[in-house]
């Protein structure tokens, strides 16, 4: 149940802070969950990663959608080498996910030492 949870609440929380603040306030979401709901790091990795890589997948497609593509291809070709968009919005997807489940599992770590 913690694992859903951690998903559901760095989904939410990463949507909520990425409102005001920059990107990487992914990871002080991360730090968070890893530090205050106590799973193994692993786990605590899996789950924050998938929270916001989900979230950062469906608003990468969804604002690359609203302009039919465009400049995601753009930019893929500078990026990635090929003119393919998904690849594109994939590897969004990943950054967000590895940044906040490596915080996460600081986070965690964290809890830990402070709890011996």
Not at 11 to 22: I, K, Q, T
């Amino acid at each position: 149940m913690k694992f859903f949870a951690s998903i559901i609440i760095s989904a939410l929380l990463s949507y909520a802070f990425g409102l005001f603040l920059p990107w990487w306030s992914v990871m002080v979401v991360g730090l968070s969950i890893g530090f205050f709901i106590p799973q193994k790091r692993f786990m605590s990795f899996l789950s924050v990663f998938l929270g916001v890589a989900l979230l950062w997948g469906l608003f990468a497609f969804f604002i690359s959608a609203a302009n039919d593509h465009i400049l995601a291809k753009r930019v893929a070709v500078l990026v990635i080498k090929k003119s393919d968009p998904m690849l594109l919005v994939l590897t969004t997807s990943v950054i967000g996910g590895i940044s906040a489940g490596a915080a996460a599992v600081t986070g965690r770590s964290l809890a830990i030492l402070f709890k011996k």
